[in-house]
Nanobody, 116 residues
């Protein structure tokens, strides 16, 4: 089992920034991929960003150039730096961990609201 806890959500004005954090509990399983997803009201869940065990990153087209995923392997944490936020970024953001056994774990979610 891997337990994930997100933090860092909140209310921000358009053009502002937020940094989300995800803390993973210690586990005997190695996390292969560390990801951020979001679900906006009335929309399907989408993957926002991903970072692999080699450090390779991928981003949804809608956030490229504005969001950056990073990790701290020592602390088993990863982050999502979100800059130049737009109202369409309003959503519940979830961190996700995919282990080497291809087990997927989710955090409880953190609300991000972009509004003036």
């Amino acid at each position: 089992q891997v337990q994930l806890v997100e933090s860092g959500g909140g209310l921000v004005q358009p053009g502002g920034s937020l940094r989300l954090s995800c803390a993973a509990s210690r586990s005997e399983f190695t996390i292969l991929n560390k990801r951020w997803y979001r679900r906006a009201p009335g929309k399907q869940r989408e993957m926002v960003a991903s970072i692999s065990s080699t450090g390779a990153t991928t981003y949804a087209n809608s956030v490229k150039g504005r969001f950056t995923i990073s990790r701290n392997n020592t602390e088993n944490m990863w982050y999502l730096q979100m800059n130049n936020l737009e109202p369409d970024d309003t959503a519940v953001y979830y961190c996700n961990a995919l282990t080497t056994l291809l087990q997927s774990y989710w955090g409880q979610g953190t609300q991000v609201t972009v509004s003036s």
